[in-house]
């Protein structure tokens, strides 16, 4: 199966768990999602949000339960489903010796993306770089790297979009622009999760929000109130 012909509408996270060890990171984790989804993955730090995310992204296998991409697994597809995902991680893994270019070039081609140079300078133009296009990578911003590297993940226009802290580093107006980005990512049916700590940002974006507690994942229903207190009760509920 080639990697033009690997689409889906719809995620399928049945009974997922996953051990280190003796430690469990995710305990049986159940969310299903549809094109349009943008889902704000909330919790603390070391909840299992990012464990989640690189499951997702087939990074990481699940020692017991099943991702589906439509109605079949990772194993089923094999490597070309990573032709759908675009991961932004916390760890940015850019080339710093390279320029912001050479960058998004490297990655158009090594995802097959048909006109290269013009989805590269689109890409830089996203960025809000593109005057900085020649520059090496090694002397820009932590913000600036971040919106490179979102850029280079979304290049390949996947189906699913994986954001770990995405508004890291971004001034108000950069995280005023990535807003814009991943609500556009929705409305044109992509399917997002976005692990963030900004409930501000996640109320921006979320179609739909879920809580990451201690393995845990329960979705915070939209009650009327705000996310954060929402995300202040299933907190509360969990401590008792």
Not at 19 to 26: D, I, K, Q, S, V
Not at 155 to 163: C, D, G, I, S
Not at 204 to 216: E, H, L, N, P, Q
């Amino acid at each position: 199966m080639s990697a033009g012909h690997v689409d889906f509408e719809r995620i399928a996270i049945d009974d997922v768990s996953r051990t280190f060890g003796r430690r469990r990171a995710l305990s049986h984790v159940r969310i299903d999602a549809n094109a349009g989804d943008v889902i704000a993955l909330l919790g603390p730090n070391g909840a299992g949000k990012s464990t989640l995310l690189n499951i997702l992204s087939s990074l990481m296998r699940p020692t017991s339960g099943a991702v589906r991409y439509g109605t079949v697994t990772a194993e089923k597809i094999g490597d070309t489903l990573r032709g759908r995902i675009g991961f932004l991680g916390h760890e940015l893994f850019l080339y710093t010796d390279l320029s912001a270019r050479e960058n998004l070039t490297f990655a158009a081609r090594l995802y097959g993306v048909p006109d290269v140079s013009g989805t590269v300078e689109r890409g830089l133009a996203r960025a809000n770089l593109a005057d900085r296009a020649d520059d090496r990578v090694g002397g820009f911003s932590r913000g600036m790297r971040q919106r490179l590297a979102l850029e280079r993940a979304l290049l390949h226009q996947p189906r699913l979009v994986l954001l770990d802290e995405p508004f890291t580093g971004l001034d108000d107006r950069s995280a005023d622009a990535l807003v814009d980005r991943i609500n556009e990512l929705g409305h044109n049916g992509a399917i997002v999760f976005a692990a963030t700590h900004d409930f501000d940002y996640a109320a921006r974006i979320a179609t739909r929000a879920a809580c990451v507690i201690r393995g845990r994942c329960r979705e915070l229903p939209d009650d009327g109130t705000s996310l954060l207190d929402r995300y202040r009760t299933a907190l509360a509920g969990d401590a008792a």
